[in-house]
Nanobody, 115 residues
Framework: VQLVESGGGLVQPGGSLRLSCAASGFTFSRYAMSWYRQAPGKERELVARITNAGGTTNYADSVKGRFTISRDNAKNTVYLQMNSLKPEDTAVYYC?????????WGQGTQVTVSS
């Protein structure tokens, strides 16, 4: 299993970014996918989750209405569209998959929200 995130960067408050996570090594369309984030000095937290067919999504209260998780099973890719970004969204963002009872993680992509 390999998960590769991309799309992070520096953005001003109120701006937008779209993160991508390219998956390989497993049957992507069979598994739910998640985005987590970890800010300096804080524990890793779940940001959003999407079921295997994309029919159900869940979000942390802190990002509801601002972030949207989606997936393209034909491209084995999951996305996180982040709008109205705030400084408190600054963190390393990780893609994650639970495959056959084992958790897999990407290397993470840094998102920094600052003026």
């Amino acid at each position: 299993v390999q998960l590769v995130e991309s799309g992070g960067g520096l953005v001003q408050p109120g701006g937008s970014l779209r993160l991508s996570c390219a998956a390989s090594g497993f049957t992507f369309s069979r598994y739910a996918m998640s985005w987590y984030r970890q800010a300096p000095g804080k524990e890793r937290e779940l940001v959003a989750r999407i079921t295997n067919a994309g029919g159900t999504t869940n979000y942390a209260d802190s990002v509801k209405g601002r972030f949207t998780i989606s997936r393209d099973n034909a491209k084995n890719t999951v996305y996180l569209q982040m709008n109205s970004l705030k400084p408190e969204d600054t963190a390393v963002y990780y893609c994650s998959a639970l495959v056959l009872f084992r958790s897999y993680w990407g290397q993470g992509t840094q998102v920094t929200v600052s003026s």
